[in-house]
Nanobody
Framework: QVQLVESGGGLVQPGGSLRLSCAAFGFTFSTYGMSWYRQAPGREREFVAT????????TYADSVLGRFTMSRDNSKNTAYLQMNSLEPEDTAVYYCHASPPTVEGQTYWGQGTQVTVSS
């Protein structure tokens, strides 16, 4: 019974901060790379950030570089996205994604959490 459950979304003013969490259930979290994607209204889903299994390598989209920080805590089976200096353009549904340790493995998506940046 695999689940990825995002939380922490909400309404925030421009310049504000939010911290998203992605709690994983039903698979060996520490063996999966984790990523965040987002999808704004009327737009394609886009990559935000990814973190390796041990947390030693993190990659960000240019649009969030310097403002967002991804992390993970394998002891808690949870990945995080700290979002600072939020802009209206960051408004989107944010999705958690898990990448398997083998090419034959299945990927998993969360249901998403809404982030709205507005005055």
């Amino acid at each position: 019974q695999v689940q990825l459950v995002e939380s922490g979304g909400g309404l925030v003013q421009p310049g504000g901060s939010l911290r998203l969490s992605c709690a994983a259930f039903g698979f060996t979290f520490s063996t999966y790379g984790m990523s965040w994607y987002r999808q704004a209204p009327g737009r394609e889903r886009e990559f935000v950030a990814t973190i390796s299994r041990s947390g030693g390598r993190i990659t960000y989209a240019d649009s969030v570089l310097g403002r967002f920080t991804m992390s993970r805590d394998n002891s808690k089976n949870t990945a995080y996205l700290q979002m600072n200096s939020l802009e209206p353009e960051d408004t989107a549904v944010y999705y958690c994604h898990a990448s398997p340790p083998t090419v034959e493995g299945q990927t998993y998506w969360g249901q998403g959490t809404q982030v709205t940046v507005s005055s």
